[in-house]
Nanobody, 125 residues
Framework: VQLQASGGGLVQTGGSLRLSCAASGRTFSNYAMAWFRQAPGKEREFVAGISWSGGRTYYADSVKGRFTISRDNAKSTVYLQMNSLKPEDTAVYYC???????????????????WGQGTLVTVSS
């Protein structure tokens, strides 16, 4: 599976963006998916995750109530709707996929074996 993230850009504080992650391959619908982010000088951190069916979602405390993860298995795409953006949301955002079907630790980067190339989100104050 190859993952292609898009939708990043420059937005003002309080604005919104929607990130997309398009997957190639026939087994996308079997994968749990997640978004991580990495700000300059910081470690990569979990943002949100979604099970293969969309029935389970997880969010980092810092984005709960502002971000929404969703997926469209017919389009092999996972989305991250980001509202009420803050300067501290500035980072490169990566999508990731877990092919194991167990998804035992959704917030851990090591859970995921497929990664997209990242898309930059910059929130100006």
């Amino acid at each position: 599976v190859q993952l292609q993230a898009s939708g990043g850009g420059l937005v003002q504080t309080g604005g919104s963006l929607r990130l997309s992650c398009a997957a190639s391959g026939r087994t996308f619908s079997n994968y749990a998916m997640a978004w991580f982010r990495q700000a300059p000088g910081k470690e990569r951190e979990f943002v949100a995750g979604i099970s293969w069916s969309g029935g389970r979602t997880y969010y980092a405390d810092s984005v709960k109530g502002r971000f929404t993860i969703s997926r469209d298995n017919a389009k092999s795409t996972v989305y991250l709707q980001m509202n009420s953006l803050k300067p501290e949301d500035t980072a490169v955002y990566y999508c990731a996929g877990d092919s194991s079907a167990s998804w035992t630790t959704p917030t851990r980067a090591g859970t995921y074996d497929y990664w997209g190339q990242g898309t930059l989100v910059t929130v100006s104050s």
